[in-house]
Structure formats: structure tokens, C-alpha cells
């Protein structure tokens, strides 16, 4: 027993390979125009690492094991490349799971780039949007920057850019909620209501352009109101009223529990402290500070040494 664990530590430390992906804050807009839906992904420093080893006549695990959506991806990459159902994935996420934070997404999307860089092999973008969509709705998070992008399709619509440096100041909410089930009963945009999901668009576009978060904070704004006239949701009303108050822009996810603002990582320490106080008093979960990230696609993934 104890050369077996030997020869396995050997094999792990020579050739696992593993892969990063970011998380997201909920959604900076999410809509629908002309009958396509999209959402724009707007990357958060909180995310998952996988690491992955195949290992010859051991079944495929998977750790924690509840990780199944994980799973079916390494299951459809490892037969694409007429590879055994081999091995083991493990997953470390800071992301909790059933907020609107892609959990799932980022646990796909690491998994994917974990097994790849086991195999030495490039697998782009596209790929893992394909292998994500396939499992359930997803982010676009397996691209870098900010994108626009199809969830249901899993299709790159556009890219945006790289985001200025940025903070959100967010409550986590309570309870879970399945993304698959809202995708289910969403109802359709109103003509109203996709001509202010158009201007959040663009919006977001010249926040990008000229790296100004206050353009990017109207647009996450705009989208909210719209997710508030859609479905009631009182602690929402109360976070717009903070985000007026102190001239803030807003970020939620579309179908889940998170909720905060959004503002330029050069505001005071008093601001930032301010604003955490008064999430806290809505009384709708932990309050934490989350820095927007600018991942590489590049530099997310390698073999361990």
C-alpha cells in the first residue's frame, strides 16, 4: 500500500496539470436585443482552480465529488480525444455556490484547461464555451476581459476589452438559486425594455473605451432596473437607493442572490468602509470587497513542478 501511494504521489507531482478560472459578480448587464440573449462577463478576482491526472486503471474522480457538472466536462473532453475515463480532477473554489457568482462555469472552464495542460495541448476559448453550454447556461469567463456573450448558445458575441481597476463592495445574499430552472421560466423582453438593455450595452462598450467606471456602473444601473421591473425584489430597491445615495454604480447577478456596487478602486478607504456598512444593515448576508480582474487566458493554465 505504501509504494502504490509512493508511485501515485510520482506520477501526480510529474505530470498534473492545472487550470485557473475567475469568477463573476452576478452579471454587469443581462438582456436580451433583437431576440438574442446575452450578458456581458465582467471577471472578479475570486475563482476555482482544478488540477487534473489521468492514471491508467484508476476510474475518473472527482474531488469534492458533488462536482458533477465538472465531471460531464472532463468526460466530453477526455472522449473528444478518444482518451480513457481516466484519472483524478480536483477543484479548489473560493466561489460560493447557487449565488450568481458562476461556480459552475468556472468550475467547467478550470477543469477543462487543468486537463488540457496534463495533455500539453491548446484548447481555445470557443472549445470550452461549447463544452460549458452543452452542460447548462454559462459565463463568458473562459475568455479574457469583458465579453458579450450568448449563455444559452455558448457564442462569443463581442469583446469589449480589459476593465479599469475596479471594486465592488457586495452582499452575498441568502439561499441558492438554480440557474438552469430561471433560465427555464424567463419570460420575454418587452420592445421598452430591450431599447434600455441596449443603452446599458452601450454604455459598458464606452466604459471599456475609456476605462471609466462610473460609464460601467450606469450600465450595471440600467440592467438592474430592468431586472427590478421583470421580477420584485425589495432589497434590491434598497441598494439602488444606497447606489444613489452615494453615487455609485450597480452590479447583481440576473439570476441569483448577489447585489452590490460598483466603484473605482481609487476611492477613499472611508467610502469603501461606508459603503460595507450600510450593505450590512440590509440584513441580506456577508458584505465583501471584490476586486474586478483582468485574467490572461494564457497565463491561466500549466503543468505542475
Known amino acids: 500500500m505504501l509504494e502504490a501511494q509512493k508511485e501515485w504521489e510520482r506520477i501526480a507531482q510529474s505530470t498534473a496539470g492545472w487550470g485557473f478560472s475567475p469568477g463573476t459578480f452576478g452579471e454587469l448587464v443581462q438582456g436580451e436585443i433583437g431576440g438574442i440573449p446575452f450578458l456581458i462577463t465582467l471577471p472578479i478576482a475570486w475563482g476555482t482552480r482544478a488540477t487534473f491526472v489521468s492514471a491508467p486503471g484508476y476510474p475518473l474522480e472527482v474531488w469534492p465529488s458533488h462536482r458533477r457538472k465538472a465531471r460531464r466536462a472532463v468526460e466530453m473532453l477526455l472522449t473528444a480525444w478518444e482518451k480513457p475515463i481516466e484519472g483524478v480532477l480536483m477543484i479548489q473554489s473560493t466561489l460560493p455556490v447557487g449565488k450568481g457568482m458562476a461556480s459552475s462555469s ?86 421598452e425594455q430591450e431599447r434600455r438593455i441596449q443603452e446599458a450595452l452601450d454604455y459598458a462598450r464606452a466604459g ?18 430592468v431586472a427590478r421591473e421583470r421580477e420584485s425584489d425589495p432589497s434590491l430597491d434598497e441598494l439602488l437607493q444606497i447606489a444613489d445615495d452615494e453615487a455609485c454604480g450597480v452590479i447583481i447577478a440576473h439570476s441569483g442572490t448577489v447585489r452590490g456596487v460598483l466603484v473605482s478602486s481609487t476611492v477613499s478607504r472611508v467610502t469603501l468602509r461606508r459603503l460595507e456598512q450600510r450593505l450590512w444593515r440590509l440584513d441580506t448576508g456577508p458584505v465583501y470587497q471584490i476586486g474586478v480582474a483582468n485574467p490572461r487566458v494564457g497565463t491561466l493554465s500549466g503543468r505542475l513542478r
Request: glycine share 10%; proline share 7%; charged share 25%.
Open 208 to 225: 471599456i473605451k475609456t476605462r471609466d467606471a462610473k460609464l460601467l456602473g450606469q450600465a450595471g444601473r440600467i440592467s438592474a432596473e
Open 106 to 191: 468556472a468550475d467547467i472552464v478550470a477543469a477543462c484547461r487543468a486537463v488540457a495542460a496534463h495533455f500539453g495541448r491548446y484548447l481555445p476559448p470557443a472549445r470550452i464555451a461549447e463544452i460549458s453550454a452543452a452542460i447548462e447556461p454559462t459565463d463568458g469567463i473562459m475568455y479574457d476581459g469583458v465579453v458579450a456573450f450568448d449563455p444559452i448558445r455558448g457564442k462569443l458575441l463581442e469583446r469589449l476589452g480589459a476593465p479599469p481597476a475596479m471594486v465592488i463592495v457586495g452582499v452575498l445574499g441568502h439561499g441558492r438559486i438554480n440557474t438552469e430552472d430561471h433560465h427555464r421560466r424567463r419570460l420575454d423582453y418587452e420592445p
